[in-house]
């Protein structure tokens, strides 16, 4: 039987779950990511039970799950400032807690910055922050994006990732995402080499531990450490490039979730063009 291929984009989250999942639909998606709050921070809106049970009929009615939701950029699991740090694990906490009134999906964050105190200082803080937010019970997974290595972040590099899972107790509650331009972007050449870096990924991480693709192309050249997205095709990851990863055998099953500079209109596009670059 032919696998249906899981794709889909980042959407606003302002008018609830049910209206996500319209705007799915709408573009043709049948998965899809949000920000569980304003991405610059902030108080969270209520969730609203009725939206919610309108929602799970409506997914079910028309075939979407693999809800990614992404944690605010500004949540920094290992900053030096304490009140940074403690705001990153209240958010989190409260974030994964209502997580539960959609259970069983997805939660990506940006592992954080070390701003200084060092690699080891970031990947130690982190795993904190994820052993004092993860609870035996949730049915969330909780995903460890990869970045491009800008500044001082942590996870640009495969080992940093494992670090962390490493030191994570409840470990089996956690995966990762990739970002096709973050790795590109952090010198892992997924253009040239997506063999190669498939193949460092499970040597370092594991490819179990691989539950998301954040498909992005690049404004910058390869290994350039900057994260600055593009429309697919439009950058220097390339059209061949995205084709060959969205239809590797390792990837291929995966929920594929666009972050491309694009309106609704423009997500729609690509979905199409994406699934027209799907091979049987
Ligand atoms: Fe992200
Ligand atoms: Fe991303
Ligand atoms: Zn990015």
Not at 266 to 279: N, Q
Request: proline content about 4%; hydrophobic content about 40%; overall charge negative.
């Amino acid at each position: 039987m032919a696998d249906i291929m899981k794709v889909g984009c980042h959407l606003s989250a302002s008018g609830g779950f049910l209206a996500m999942g319209k705007d799915a639909v709408k573009v043709g998606a049948n998965v899809f990511q949000f920000f569980t709050r304003n991405p610059r921070g902030g108080t969270a809106k209520a969730i609203d039970p009725a939206d919610v049970a309108a929602f799970h009929a409506f997914c079910g009615e028309n075939g979407i799950s693999h809800l990614l939701a992404h944690a605010p950029y500004t949540l920094n699991a290992c900053a030096a400032n304490e009140r940074t740090l403690t705001f990153a694990r209240e958010t989190m906490a409260d974030d994964l807690v209502r997580m539960e009134a959609v259970p069983g999906n997805l939660y990506n964050f940006h592992p954080g910055s070390h701003v200084g105190q060092g690699m080891e200082k970031g990947i130690e803080l982190i795993a904190e922050t994820l052993n004092m937010v993860l609870k035996p019970e949730q049915t969330t997974t909780v995903l460890l994006e990869t970045m491009a290595g800008k500044g001082s972040e942590v996870g640009g590099r495969f080992e940093e990732l494992r670090a962390i899972l490493d030191r994570v107790e409840l470990n089996d509650h956690m995966g990762v995402c990739l970002d096709t331009c973050h790795v590109h972007d952090g010198g892992y050449d997924v253009v040239n080499d997506l063999e190669g870096v498939l193949r460092e990924f499970d040597r370092v991480i594991g490819l179990d531990r691989l539950r998301a693709i954040h498909l992005n192309d690049s404004k910058n050249p390869f290994s350039s450490h900057k994260d600055r997205h593009e429309v697919i095709g439009g950058g220097s990851l390339g059209l061949d490039a995205v084709k060959r990863i969205i239809n590797h055998p390792l990837l291929r099953s995966l929920p594929f979730y666009l972050e491309t500079p694009n309106e609704l209109d423009g997500y729609a596009k690509e979905i199409a063009l994406l699934r027209s670059m799907r091979e049987e």
